[in-house]
């Protein structure tokens, strides 16, 4: 194991280190974060929703927009897929439909960061979809 | 490379694990990398969740699901239904016991609500095994800022205006004693960490070790540095296999990174680690026969002064604190004094860890800030009294201690409160009893122990503890007097005020707390011959009640001295004289007409 | 030194730093009761563990009661001895011990010596309110010590004794709680274990736990058969000790009546163990002159130092701690020893009495000294030199128990001829006088020159660990002396290292020699009691009219008459001995 | 006239290793002693012997620490070592009514072993499974949430010798 010589060397540890733990940090604040999740069934993989996902991780990262992502079911818009549900606090849930990785990107810009609508990607429900 | 997304944390406290978490993990590992996740979902044992009595738990982040009392079994559901489809697997969901609901996020369940965790807050949250995780988790961050101030007084000072007290029972307050240890020159100067947790009941050492090993290795070296010491010594049960194999692990990666040993941080101040074991003698809690042990003798309390500032391990100044107290060290110094004493009462600052057991619903363990009322560890976290029952007494301080009644109920709970009440803080035991306990009985237990554990050195705890023994004895056998009664009370006072150590001092406390919150029971054991809570054995009788019984037999079968007869398909009755009362009968009948009286 | 000021029951007090509380009162004349505590300071014995409990007080400010024997005096203290709460939790305390404690003090070989007894005739307990389980232990009887252990109050003196001071380890506080108690290991025979029978165990125990076995039955006995002739012995330390049991001042020599009293309890022989004292030095002197010559005249094969052999204890000691140096030691019996193999060959003879017929009785400061005439090496066909061994202590009982007033008794001298004795036989009772004794003699056979100076005070003292250079006509002689054992591993670690500079050394076991034996009367830890003791030796001494063994007329009849030369043959065969190799064996057995 | 000590070469040079890698400090006896009954899995009288030989300390005060400390025993565990946890959480919700059925099926004492080697019966204070409780330990293997009945099961489960723990 490499040796931690200084402060500097433990703070650059942590930093590194840190991301992992963010997940995690994260989890136990989850009504003050932004909530994305990714239809993750055979129809969504199919149609990409995991290279999806990875962009809305990444790309949230990059801005530090406080975002719990995970993946859920089949949300039965299979016509729409990948579909992405984004619940803000407060507000309710808000499902996009025919997402690329290209409009994930444009989404965490949009939406998430500002509070705009995306052109082209037309909010498919405003129910919870887990019911 | 991985890329975690889902983050499964399985608790790995001695009580999950004793169902098995390790099979649990196992289990998730193997089937995540069946199905190719490993490099999206990790699985990390951590220390204990608290929520002890739901275990064992496994909790799914980021979005913070918490499933409890998991079985190897379930493991394949909960990876293909809530990692690959998304769904909640509302089966292993925790049902609140009010409305019957699935709550799936532990901020939402009332044990949780009220709890504050600083000693706790990495258990259950990192990997102990790792130690990039407590790094990452700002670890050795306040080891650093101390060796970078370089002001050992300073440091103290902090702790001091902390208003950090000592968590294994006394609460005196640990700046003070690091300036004591500081203050005494001498060559070599030692360290020492307190884990012989003792209490029966109590575990909140063993899991803050579990759980956060590094916190209390990242204290001890910021005490070896405020005091000039450059060796620290872990004194810890040979009965907390897990937590000795987590610290040894610990140490060799503190070793292995630097954060231990020679020249830490490039400062002058180097620090090592060992540990030494403990080998079942609740007296080497106080902390000369704690020394004593660890130099190879009989854990035999000597009297102070010296204190162990002045003269301890080899003769040499050192400062004993315990695993609790160490682990509330570094958040202190990266937070802040103010922060730290902004939390709790006016003289009892921070949180305490407890360890809530006996006749509540959510066994576990806690960490509440000081000053929190039994009325909100009782009912809110502890989710009330089992099977609905009466709440009787919360016993605090364990064999030192005494019983809280209802009455303290609204009583903030901090160390001078408890005190005045009768009780003690104590290392953090919290048994809760309700109306089926005999306190009798309860008394009886505890000076059972103390008498097990006195180490025999002094004449009131060797020969005094066994006389207290004798007469709860006697009493609980129906044979007690009103003059024994008396000298209980007369022989308590004594051996508190004569005993050599706080072993002896405080052994009487489980006595005379329950004499003054029941003496009505004490009373009807002497003078009515009667257990009201009907525990004594040699005080009730089993009697069969005519009307209920339909003389099926299933009694007689299972009487192990024959001592039930009857004709068949005829009342039973039961001869007293043969009677040993060992209850069989009374599981057995189906029709309840077995009564206790 | 830095005074501190304090008020015990409303009266100041003014103490060095460091003094505790009992100190404290006692210097104002209040006598705070005690039980564990026991000091020698002089000798540097200290047991303080603190434990019974029954010397606590009441100090203004603390919360609970403070043990009186540990406590250091503060500045300002305020100390309550007396108050109702004080009162009420010793005697509180002392029923507890007296609830684990039978009740036989009627049959007690402790009754009216016991200091647990003395406490409940203090404190006017006539009944005890605990009743319950009583300890329960194996009686132990050994040829020197008996063990009963439920009467033990865990006081750990004969604890500190033994590991501190002797560093013997035969006893060691076990178990914990109620069952624990002060015992061997694996709860075997002392004769199993590593001690000494040395008697400081018995000697400081303050209740009957730790009593010796009582020869007086068996002698008075032996001096009711008509058939035996019953010779006694009486050891140099007795004599300066017996006048204590009597009332009679610490150091007072009492000779005199002792011979009497032998005579009168109807002994047919009364002789002095002084007189083969001397003996001893002519055996011991000879082997040391023998040895010095051969290495002066560079013989590689001499072994020195040599080391003393009177102290049966220290022979046990070095036989189970230390069998590699067995050969080193010299081979002369002990005085005791030695007047039992001449008072059943030379002078059974003599006066025409079948050793069979003959019973040797020795008084012995000591409790070794039963074990010593037990040993299988001191018997003719089962028939010991010295058939029973009593103590100062057992002496004074038998005089009681016959109605002797032992003050009025008229000064009666020793019988002859084995009753006459030298000075140098005298201080054999204390630490150095063995030594001192040989090198009387030693100068002069050797320099055949008489001494300039007899006393030689550099070889007096109390301190553990002495040595002295004594010049003997040029030649520097290096001597060392222990007494205490565990003073006398510091020197025999120092020989098996091969750095010991000494051509001689002493070694008496028990704490200033035989004065402070484990039988003579008990001191209860007054240290000036032994100084008292350790200073009547030397006026035995001074008011010796001979005062250098060889110079014994009756030694020199027996050298011509009896024996030849020292450590010639005859000598060899009566008066030296051989060691065993005691240590434990650690055989291993096969898989 | 001695007293002679036997033991096994193997037991032995073992015990004389442990010792050495604690550089035969008497301070470590305690160690000592923990890794010589993890070891063996008791203390036998000559195997305290040994170790005070080899730490040259007196058997008295070996055999004094190890008659102080419940984690050592002199007597060996059976090969089935039930343990029931009689810490307070366990002792509130029915400890001693199991430990009573145990005593009363395995017809043995708290701290014995029986005849045949099979169980050994002794009561420790909180394993810290409090959630669980009562609690009850067969070798290292849990059972929680115990009532009297299934102590039977339990039993019989190793009776027949079981799979060895």
């Given at each position: 194991m490499e040796k931690i010589k200084s402060l500097a060397d433990l703070k650059k540890k942590r930093e590194a280190l840190q991301s992992n733990l963010k997940l995690r940090e994260q989890g136990e604040n989850t009504e003050s974060l932004i909530q994305v999740k990714v239809a993750m069934a055979t129809c969504g993989?199919?149609?990409?929703?995991?290279?999806?996902?990875?962009?809305?991780?990444?790309?949230?990262?990059?801005?530090?927009?406080?975002?719990?992502?995970?993946?859920?079911?089949?949300?039965?818009?299979?016509?729409?897929?990948?579909?992405?549900?984004?619940?803000?606090?407060?507000?309710?849930?808000?499902?996009?439909?025919?997402?690329?990785?290209?409009?994930?990107?444009?989404?965490?810009?949009?939406?998430?960061v500002g509070n705009e609508m995306l052109d082209g990607v037309i909010p498919v429900n405003y129910e919870k979809v887990e019911q | 490379m991985a890329n975690y997304k889902y983050h499964m944390l399985v608790c790995g406290g001695t009580g999950c694990f004793a169902s098995q978490s390790d099979q649990i993990k196992k289990n998730l590992a193997q089937i995540i990398e069946e199905k190719g996740l490993q490099n999206e979902v990790q699985v990390v044992i951590t220390g204990c969740f608290g929520f002890c009595e739901q275990g064992p738990i496994v909790k799914m982040l980021p979005d913070n699901t918490f499933y409890v009392r998991v079985k190897p079994e379930d493991c394949r559901e909960l990876v293909e239904e809530h990692i690959i489809k998304g769904r909640k697997v509302n089966r292993l969901l925790y049902t609140d016991p009010e409305n019957k609901e699935h709550v799936a996020d532990s901020k939402h369940m009332e044990f949780y609500k009220k709890q504050l965790r600083i000693a706790l807050r990495n258990c259950g949250f990192i990997d102990p095994e790792n130690i990039n995780e407590y790094i990452a988790r700002d670890g050795y961050a306040a080891l650093a800022s101390v060796l970078e101030i370089n002001n050992p007084l300073?440091?103290?000072?902090?702790?001091?205006?902390?208003?950090?007290?000592?968590?294994?029972?006394?609460?005196?307050?640990?700046?003070l004693k690091w300036e004591i240890a500081a203050k005494n020159h001498a060559d070599q100067k030692y360290v020492v960490c307190n884990a012989d947790e003792g209490d029966p009941g109590a575990f909140m050492d063993r899991s803050i070790l579990?759980?956060?090993?590094?916190?209390?290795?990242?204290?001890?070296?910021?005490?070896?540095?405020?005091?000039?010491?450059?060796?620290?010594?872990?004194?810890?049960?040979?009965?907390?296999?897990?937590?000795?194999?987590?610290?040894?692990?610990?140490?060799?990666?503190?070793?292995?990174?630097?954060?231990?040993?020679?020249?830490?941080?490039?400062?002058?101040?180097?620090?090592?680690?060992?540990?030494?074991?403990?080998?079942?003698?609740?007296?080497?809690?106080?902390e000369t026969a704690l020394i004593h042990s660890?130099?190879?003798?009989?854990?035999?309390?000597?009297?102070?002064?010296?204190?162990?500032?002045?003269?301890?391990?080899?003769?040499?100044?050192?400062?004993?604190?315990?695993?609790?107290?160490?682990?509330?060290?570094?958040?202190?110094?990266?937070?802040?004094?103010?922060?730290?004493?902004?939390?709790?009462?006016?003289?009892?600052?921070?949180?305490?860890?407890?360890?809530?057991?006996?006749?509540?619903?959510?066994?576990?363990?806690?960490?509440?800030?000081m000053g929190i009322t039994l009325r909100e560890v009782v009912y809110e976290i502890g989710g009330g009294i089992k099977d609905g029952k009466k709440f009787k007494a919360m016993q605090t301080g364990g064999p030192s201690g005494g019983c809280l009644t209802e009455k303290f109920?609204?009583?903030?709970?901090?160390?001078?409160?408890?005190?005045?009440?009768?009780?003690?803080?104590?290392?953090?035991?919290?048994?809760?009893?309700?109306?089926?306990?005999?306190?009798?009985?309860?008394?009886?237990?505890?000076?059972?122990?103390?008498?097990?554990?006195?180490?025999?050195?002094?004449?009131?705890?060797?020969?005094?503890?066994?006389?207290?023994?004798?007469?709860?004895?006697?009493?609980?056998?129906?044979?007690?007097?009103?003059?024994?009664?008396?000298?209980?009370?007369?022989?308590?006072?004594?051996?508190?005020?004569?005993?050599?150590?706080?072993?002896?001092?405080?052994?009487?406390?489980?006595?005379?707390?329950?004499?003054?919150?029941?003496?009505?029971?004490?009373?009807?054991?002497?003078?009515?011959?009667?257990?009201?809570?009907?525990?004594?054995?040699?005080?009730?009788?089993?009697?069969?009640?005519?009307?209920l019984c339909i003389g099926c037999g299933a009694c007689v079968r299972v009487c192990p001295v024959n001592a039930i007869k009857g004709e068949k398909k005829m009342p039973h009755e039961i001869n007293q004289a043969d009677c040993i009362k060992c209850g069989a009968c009374i599981e057995k009948c189906k029709f309840n007409a077995i009564l206790i009286k | 030194m830095d005074k501190i000021k304090l008020i015990i029951d409303n009266k100041e007090v003014s103490v060095p730093k460091g003094?505790?509380?009992?100190?404290?009162?006692?210097?104002?004349?209040?006598?705070?009761?005690?039980?564990?505590?026991?000091?020698?300071?002089?000798?540097?014995?200290?047991?303080?563990?603190?434990?019974?409990?029954?010397?606590?007080?009441?100090?203004?400010?603390?919360?609970?009661?403070?043990?009186?024997?540990?406590?250091?005096?503060?500045?300002?203290?305020?100390?309550?001895?007396?108050?109702?709460?004080?009162?009420?939790?010793?005697?509180?305390?002392?029923?507890?011990?007296?609830?684990?404690?039978?009740?036989?003090?009627?049959?007690?070989?402790?009754?009216?010596?016991?200091?647990?007894?003395?406490?409940?005739?203090?404190?006017?307990?006539?009944?005890?309110?605990?009743?319950?389980?009583?300890?329960?232990?194996?009686?132990?009887?050994?040829?020197?010590?008996?063990?009963?252990?439920n009467k033990c109050v865990m006081c750990r003196r004969c604890e500190t004794m033994c590991n501190e001071l002797q560093t013997v380890g035969a006893l060691n506080a076990i178990e914990r709680g109620f069952p624990a108690v002060v015992s061997t290991a694996f709860n075997q025979t002392l004769a199993n274990s590593p001690c000494t029978f040395c008697g400081q165990c018995v000697a400081v125990c303050p209740v009957g736990a730790l009593v010796e076995m009582d020869h007086t039955p068996k002698v008075i006995r032996a001096i009711a058969d008509g058939k035996k002739t019953v010779v006694v012995q009486v050891a140099p330390a007795v004599r300066v000790a017996l006048g204590e049991e009597f009332g009679m001042k610490p150091g007072t020599i009492v000779t005199g009546k002792l011979t009497a009293a032998l005579k009168a309890l109807g002994f047919n022989y009364v002789f002095d163990t002084d007189w083969s004292a001397d003996l001893t030095i002519m055996e011991e002197g000879t082997e040391l002159i023998d040895k010095l010559t051969r290495h002066l005249n560079g013989d590689k094969s001499v072994k020195l130092p040599l080391l003393s052999s009177c102290c049966p204890a220290w022979v046990n000691f070095f036989e189970y701690h230390f069998p590699e140096l067995k050969d080193i030691p010299s081979t002369a019996k002990s005085p005791q020893q030695m007047f039992g193999s001449i008072a059943k060959s030379y002078f059974a003879d003599k006066i025409g009495v079948k050793r069979e017929d003959m019973v040797v009785v020795s008084v012995m400061p000591c409790l070794a000294k039963k074990y010593e005439c037990a040993r299988d090496e001191f018997k003719v066909d089962g028939n010991p030199d010295v058939d029973y061994s009593i103590s100062t202590r057992e002496l004074a009982a038998l005089i009681k128990q016959a109605n002797i007033d032992f003050k009025s008794l008229e000064d009666a001298p020793f019988d002859s001829p084995l009753g006459e004795s030298t000075g140098a036989a005298v201080i054999f009772g204390t630490t150095g006088g063995?030594?001192?004794?040989?090198?009387?003699?030693?100068?002069?056979?050797?320099?055949?020159?008489?001494?300039?100076?007899?006393?030689?005070?550099?070889?007096?003292?109390?301190?553990?660990?002495?040595?002295?250079?004594?010049?003997?006509?040029?030649?520097k002689l290096n001597i060392g002396i222990a007494h205490g054992l565990s003073n006398a591993r510091k020197l025999l670690n120092e020989i098996k290292e091969g750095k010991s500079q000494f051509h001689a050394i002493e070694v008496m076991a028990c704490p200033g020699g035989c004065i402070d034996g484990g039988g003579q009367p008990l001191h209860h830890g007054n240290s000036e009691i032994i100084k008292a003791r350790w200073e009547a030796i030397y006026e035995a001494d001074r008011n010796m009219p001979i005062r250098k063994s060889h110079e014994n007329p009756s030694i020199q009849a027996i050298y011509k008459e009896f024996l030849g030369e020292p450590c010639g043959h005859k000598s060899h065969e009566l008066l030296h001995t051989h060691y065993f190799d005691k240590a434990k064996v650690i055989e291993v057995k096969l898989d | 006239m001695s007293v002679k000590i036997e033991i096994s070469q193997k037991t032995r040079t073992k015990i004389e290793e442990i010792c050495k890698s604690f550089n035969n400090e008497p301070g470590?006896?305690?160690?000592?002693?923990?890794?010589?009954?993890?070891?063996?899995?008791?203390?036998?009288?000559?195997?305290?012997?040994?170790?005070?030989?080899?730490?040259?300390?007196?058997?008295?005060?070996?055999?004094?620490?190890?008659?102080?400390?419940?984690?050592?025993?002199?007597?060996?565990?059976?090969?089935?070592?039930?343990?029931?946890?009689?810490?307070?959480?366990?002792?509130?919700?029915?400890?001693?009514?199991?430990?009573?059925?145990?005593?009363?099926?395995?017809?043995?004492?708290?701290?014995?072993?029986?005849?045949?080697?099979?169980?050994?019966?002794?009561?420790?204070?909180?394993?810290?499974?409090?959630?669980?409780?009562?609690?009850?330990?067969?070798?290292?293997?849990?059972?929680?949430?115990?009532?009297?009945?299934d102590v039977k099961s339990i039993v019989e489960e190793y009776k027949g010798g079981g799979c060895a723990v």
């Amino acid at each position: 194991m490499e040796k931690i010589k200084s402060l500097a060397d433990l703070k650059k540890k942590r930093e590194a280190l840190q991301s992992n733990l963010k997940l995690r940090e994260q989890g136990e604040n989850t009504e003050s974060l932004i909530q994305v999740k990714v239809a993750m069934a055979t129809c969504g993989i199919a149609s990409g929703a995991k290279q999806v996902m990875e962009t809305i991780i990444n790309e949230s990262n990059k801005r530090h927009i406080p975002v719990v992502v995970t993946q859920t079911g089949c949300m039965g818009y299979c016509y729409a897929e990948p579909t992405v549900e984004v619940t803000k606090p407060g507000q309710d849930p808000v499902v996009f439909g025919y997402i690329t990785p290209q409009k994930a990107e444009e989404l965490v810009d949009k939406y998430l960061v500002g509070n705009e609508m995306l052109d082209g990607v037309i909010p498919v429900n405003y129910e919870k979809v887990e019911q | 490379m991985a890329n975690y997304k889902y983050h499964m944390l399985v608790c790995g406290g001695t009580g999950c694990f004793a169902s098995q978490s390790d099979q649990i993990k196992k289990n998730l590992a193997q089937i995540i990398e069946e199905k190719g996740l490993q490099n999206e979902v990790q699985v990390v044992i951590t220390g204990c969740f608290g929520f002890c009595e739901q275990g064992p738990i496994v909790k799914m982040l980021p979005d913070n699901t918490f499933y409890v009392r998991v079985k190897p079994e379930d493991c394949r559901e909960l990876v293909e239904e809530h990692i690959i489809k998304g769904r909640k697997v509302n089966r292993l969901l925790y049902t609140d016991p009010e409305n019957k609901e699935h709550v799936a996020d532990s901020k939402h369940m009332e044990f949780y609500k009220k709890q504050l965790r600083i000693a706790l807050r990495n258990c259950g949250f990192i990997d102990p095994e790792n130690i990039n995780e407590y790094i990452a988790r700002d670890g050795y961050a306040a080891l650093a800022s101390v060796l970078e101030i370089n002001n050992p007084l300073a440091t103290i000072d902090v702790i001091k205006k902390s208003g950090l007290r000592g968590r294994g029972g006394g609460g005196f307050p640990t700046g003070l004693k690091w300036e004591i240890a500081a203050k005494n020159h001498a060559d070599q100067k030692y360290v020492v960490c307190n884990a012989d947790e003792g209490d029966p009941g109590a575990f909140m050492d063993r899991s803050i070790l579990e759980g956060d090993p590094h916190s209390v290795l990242e204290a001890m070296a910021i005490n070896g540095f405020c005091i000039g010491a450059n060796k620290g010594l872990i004194y810890i049960r040979a009965e907390y296999p897990l937590a000795i194999e987590r610290l040894l692990i610990a140490i060799k990666q503190a070793e292995e990174t630097g954060l231990l040993g020679k020249n830490i941080f490039g400062s002058d101040f180097s620090f090592d680690i060992e540990l030494r074991y403990g080998a079942g003698a609740f007296v080497c809690g106080e902390e000369t026969a704690l020394i004593h042990s660890m130099e190879g003798e009989r854990g035999e309390p000597t009297f102070k002064p010296p204190f162990p500032a002045q003269e301890g391990y080899l003769k040499m100044p050192t400062n004993v604190n315990n695993v609790e107290t160490y682990a509330n060290i570094p958040v202190i110094i990266l937070k802040g004094w103010e922060w730290f004493s902004s939390i709790g009462t006016e003289k009892s600052k921070g949180t305490k860890v407890f360890a809530l057991a006996g006749k509540i619903n959510n066994v576990g363990l806690i960490e509440v800030p000081m000053g929190i009322t039994l009325r909100e560890v009782v009912y809110e976290i502890g989710g009330g009294i089992k099977d609905g029952k009466k709440f009787k007494a919360m016993q605090t301080g364990g064999p030192s201690g005494g019983c809280l009644t209802e009455k303290f109920l609204d009583t903030p709970i901090d160390y001078d409160n408890l005190i005045e009440a009768g009780s003690m803080m104590g290392s953090g035991g919290m048994i809760v009893m309700d109306e089926d306990d005999c306190m009798v009985a309860v008394s009886k237990f505890y000076l059972e122990f103390t008498v097990e554990e006195s180490c025999g050195k002094c004449t009131p705890c060797r020969i005094g503890n066994k006389r207290l023994y004798e007469l709860l004895e006697k009493i609980t056998e129906g044979k007690g007097t009103m003059e024994d009664l008396d000298i209980l009370k007369s022989l308590s006072k004594v051996i508190k005020d004569t005993s050599l150590c706080g072993l002896g001092q405080t052994s009487p406390n489980p006595v005379l707390s329950t004499i003054d919150n029941f003496w009505d029971e004490y009373l009807a054991h002497v003078m009515e011959k009667k257990c009201p809570a009907g525990q004594c054995k040699a005080l009730k009788s089993y009697i069969i009640e005519p009307d209920l019984c339909i003389g099926c037999g299933a009694c007689v079968r299972v009487c192990p001295v024959n001592a039930i007869k009857g004709e068949k398909k005829m009342p039973h009755e039961i001869n007293q004289a043969d009677c040993i009362k060992c209850g069989a009968c009374i599981e057995k009948c189906k029709f309840n007409a077995i009564l206790i009286k | 030194m830095d005074k501190i000021k304090l008020i015990i029951d409303n009266k100041e007090v003014s103490v060095p730093k460091g003094s505790t509380i009992l100190e404290a009162a006692h210097k104002i004349g209040i006598d705070i009761p005690t039980l564990c505590h026991f000091e020698l300071k002089d000798l540097d014995i200290h047991n303080k563990p603190g434990g019974c409990r029954i010397c606590v007080v009441e100090v203004e400010g603390r919360r609970n009661l403070a043990p009186a024997c540990v406590t250091e005096c503060t500045e300002g203290m305020i100390v309550k001895t007396n108050s109702i709460r004080v009162l009420n939790a010793r005697r509180t305390v002392l029923e507890l011990l007296l609830s684990d404690h039978p009740a036989d003090c009627l049959v007690c070989a402790k009754s009216c010596h016991c200091q647990l007894q003395d406490l409940a005739a203090r404190f006017g307990v006539r009944e005890i309110p605990f009743q319950g389980e009583q300890s329960s232990y194996q009686l132990e009887v050994s040829p020197s010590i008996i063990r009963d252990m439920n009467k033990c109050v865990m006081c750990r003196r004969c604890e500190t004794m033994c590991n501190e001071l002797q560093t013997v380890g035969a006893l060691n506080a076990i178990e914990r709680g109620f069952p624990a108690v002060v015992s061997t290991a694996f709860n075997q025979t002392l004769a199993n274990s590593p001690c000494t029978f040395c008697g400081q165990c018995v000697a400081v125990c303050p209740v009957g736990a730790l009593v010796e076995m009582d020869h007086t039955p068996k002698v008075i006995r032996a001096i009711a058969d008509g058939k035996k002739t019953v010779v006694v012995q009486v050891a140099p330390a007795v004599r300066v000790a017996l006048g204590e049991e009597f009332g009679m001042k610490p150091g007072t020599i009492v000779t005199g009546k002792l011979t009497a009293a032998l005579k009168a309890l109807g002994f047919n022989y009364v002789f002095d163990t002084d007189w083969s004292a001397d003996l001893t030095i002519m055996e011991e002197g000879t082997e040391l002159i023998d040895k010095l010559t051969r290495h002066l005249n560079g013989d590689k094969s001499v072994k020195l130092p040599l080391l003393s052999s009177c102290c049966p204890a220290w022979v046990n000691f070095f036989e189970y701690h230390f069998p590699e140096l067995k050969d080193i030691p010299s081979t002369a019996k002990s005085p005791q020893q030695m007047f039992g193999s001449i008072a059943k060959s030379y002078f059974a003879d003599k006066i025409g009495v079948k050793r069979e017929d003959m019973v040797v009785v020795s008084v012995m400061p000591c409790l070794a000294k039963k074990y010593e005439c037990a040993r299988d090496e001191f018997k003719v066909d089962g028939n010991p030199d010295v058939d029973y061994s009593i103590s100062t202590r057992e002496l004074a009982a038998l005089i009681k128990q016959a109605n002797i007033d032992f003050k009025s008794l008229e000064d009666a001298p020793f019988d002859s001829p084995l009753g006459e004795s030298t000075g140098a036989a005298v201080i054999f009772g204390t630490t150095g006088g063995v030594i001192e004794a040989a090198v009387r003699t030693v100068y002069e056979v050797l320099t055949k020159k008489p001494l300039p100076k007899l006393e030689f005070t550099e070889l007096r003292g109390l301190e553990g660990v002495r040595s002295a250079t004594i010049d003997v006509d040029g030649f520097k002689l290096n001597i060392g002396i222990a007494h205490g054992l565990s003073n006398a591993r510091k020197l025999l670690n120092e020989i098996k290292e091969g750095k010991s500079q000494f051509h001689a050394i002493e070694v008496m076991a028990c704490p200033g020699g035989c004065i402070d034996g484990g039988g003579q009367p008990l001191h209860h830890g007054n240290s000036e009691i032994i100084k008292a003791r350790w200073e009547a030796i030397y006026e035995a001494d001074r008011n010796m009219p001979i005062r250098k063994s060889h110079e014994n007329p009756s030694i020199q009849a027996i050298y011509k008459e009896f024996l030849g030369e020292p450590c010639g043959h005859k000598s060899h065969e009566l008066l030296h001995t051989h060691y065993f190799d005691k240590a434990k064996v650690i055989e291993v057995k096969l898989d | 006239m001695s007293v002679k000590i036997e033991i096994s070469q193997k037991t032995r040079t073992k015990i004389e290793e442990i010792c050495k890698s604690f550089n035969n400090e008497p301070g470590e006896l305690i160690n000592v002693l923990h890794k010589t009954q993890d070891y063996l899995g008791y203390l036998p009288a000559e195997v305290q012997e040994v170790v005070a030989h080899e730490l040259k300390i007196s058997t008295a005060k070996v055999y004094g620490v190890v008659s102080f400390y419940s984690f050592f025993t002199m007597i060996p565990k059976g090969r089935f070592p039930v343990s029931i946890c009689m810490g307070t959480a366990c002792y509130v919700r029915g400890a001693e009514r199991i430990l009573d059925e145990f005593k009363h099926l395995l017809k043995l004492g708290v701290g014995e072993t029986g005849a045949d080697g099979l169980f050994s019966l002794a009561s420790l204070r909180c394993v810290g499974a409090c959630g669980l409780a009562p609690v009850v330990l067969v070798g290292e293997k849990v059972y929680g949430r115990l009532a009297t009945d299934d102590v039977k099961s339990i039993v019989e489960e190793y009776k027949g010798g079981g799979c060895a723990v």
